[in-house]
């Protein structure tokens, strides 16, 4: 079956950095996008950065200049690459695949989503 692991996360000091990655397995369509959301205690999930197999990237507001996704397409790999580091940047991170694939000459595609268990990270004094 699919598989989405992730891993990088843990505890930081406000204005720390951490490296978040995702590899995806056993992936038999085409991956479209791949990218990280987050959720912290109490809140909505939220994007926090994606970037697509044409390498289109897009980050929430709240994290630009600060963070930076990248992929290895070979590898089936995502990474987050997280500088400057802010309390309310406290969350748990998930990861996201998207596939798709075209199944008729209209353009008819399947999409579908995979994700990670999360991984935890803690910005604090």
């Known amino acids: 079956q699919v598989q989405v692991v992730e891993s990088g996360g843990g505890s930081v000091q406000p204005g720390g950095s951490l490296r978040l990655s995702c590899t995806a397995s056993?992936?038999?369509?085409?991956?479209?996008?791949m990218g990280w959301f987050r959720q912290a205690p109490g809140k909505e999930r939220e994007l926090v950065a994606t970037?697509?197999?044409?390498?289109?990237?897009t980050y929430a507001d709240s994290v630009k200049g600060r963070f930076s996704v990248s992929r290895d397409s070979v590898k089936n790999t995502v990474y987050l690459q997280m500088n400057s580091l802010k309390l309310q940047d406290t969350a748990v991170y998930y990861c996201?695949?998207?596939?798709?694939?075209?199944?008729?000459?209209?353009?008819?595609?399947?999409?579908?989503?995979?994700w990670g268990e999360g991984t935890l990270v803690t910005v604090s004094s």
């Open positions: 970037i697509t197999s044409g390498g289109s990237i």
């Open positions: 996201n695949v998207v596939t798709r694939r075209v199944v008729n000459v209209e353009g008819a595609a399947v999409t579908r989503n995979y």
């Open positions: 056993r992936i038999r369509d085409s991956i479209t996008s």
